[in-house]
């Protein structure tokens, strides 16, 4: 049975369409009713999980839906910005790339028993990633500075997540002759 928080999850996968339809429909004003989507997919983000815990209803959709959403959002908006001349192709290919690795590795942990909560650099890069695609969709002076940052936190958060996780997920093979 679902609860609140995810139909909180499910609400920013539902409004990402809505959000990249306002980014390319010939309209006036198109970029406030993108950005004013985005903003709400975005809250949603941090709502349902604080939803799941205040109300102790962590859930296997949650657990497993609520990443996903994330990386549709941020994805599907990167994508229609660079489709839209707006960001360069090797920002969404880094942001990307490092969404998909890590996809993977967390999967790894998990088939492995390991539990990935997200840290505070993940968080932070998910923080900075939410501002520039805002500030650019806005085309807010310093929107370029700011996305140059979130890609910074990225590869930092993802290159912190390999450090973190390299001995769980890439045991060392020992050699039974020793």
């Not at 657990?63 to 839209?84: C, Q, T, V």
């Amino acid at each position: 049975m679902m609860k609140l928080a995810d139909y909180l999850t499910l609400l920013r996968i539902v409004l990402t369409p809505v959000c990249i339809y306002f980014l390319f429909v010939p309209m006036e004003h198109k970029e406030i009713y993108a950005a004013a989507v985005f903003i709400v997919a975005a809250l949603t983000d941090g709502l349902d999980g604080y939803v799941a815990r205040i109300r102790k209803e962590t859930t296997a959709f949650g657990k497993s839906f609520d990443p996903i959403a994330d990386k549709i959002l941020i994805g599907s908006a990167l994508y229609s910005l660079f489709m839209l001349g707006k960001v360069s192709w090797w920002v969404v290919a880094v942001i990307l790339a490092r969404e998909v690795l890590i996809t993977i590795l967390r999967s790894k942990a998990k088939k492995k028993g390991l539990s990935v909560a997200a840290g505070i650099w993940g968080k932070l890069k998910t923080f900075t990633q939410i501002v520039a695609i805002i500030m650019t969709i806005l085309s807010v002076a310093g929107a370029q500075t700011v996305l140059y940052i979130a890609v910074f936190f990225t590869v930092f958060s993802g290159v912190d997540y390999l450090i973190k996780w390299r001995g769980a997920l890439f045991p060392k093979k020992t050699n039974a002759h020793d």
